[in-house]
């Protein structure tokens, strides 16, 4: 391999690793919570999110899946902003805060809000507030 494609090499790997920490910290995770979703260590992700290492293909669906973006944005094919309306940043600045278990209650809330949207039920609805 030349010099110049082991640098561009380099460099996107920084740049993969630049958009994973970014993902990693908007949605408030630490490198422990995601080293242990991976199965590897700590200093493992550090080394990914920083281009020192190599990552495979599984992990990168895996955290894929996790930061809720298509593997292409991590490998920028895709210009996906990670621009949120501000009540959605307001919601993963919160959830940043959480224990693991009530961000794990978090996402099954989601679910069941999702799940009763595909029923067709409206949340638009502006409904009293209880006591």
């Given at each position: ?6 640098s561009?090499?380099?460099?996107e ?19 422990e ?66 224990s ?32």
């Amino acid at each position: 391999m030349s010099r110049a494609s082991r640098s561009d090499e380099d460099a996107e790997r920084a740049k993969l690793g630049e958009r994973l920490r970014e993902a990693r910290k908007y949605l408030g995770f630490t490198q422990e919570e995601i080293a242990g979703q991976l199965n590897i260590g700590r200093s493992a992700l550090s080394e990914i999110e920083s281009g020192v290492r190599k990552i495979g293909a599984l992990e990168l669906r895996t955290l894929s899946r996790l930061y809720g973006h298509p593997v292409s944005y991590f490998l920028g094919d895709e210009a996906i902003a990670l621009e949120l309306s501000e009540d959605l940043a307001h919601l993963a600045r919160a959830a940043s805060e959480l224990s693991k278990g009530d961000k794990a209650e978090l996402v099954r809330f989601a679910d069941f809000l999702k799940a009763r949207a595909r029923a067709g039920e409206s949340d638009d609805v502006d409904r009293p507030e209880r006591d």
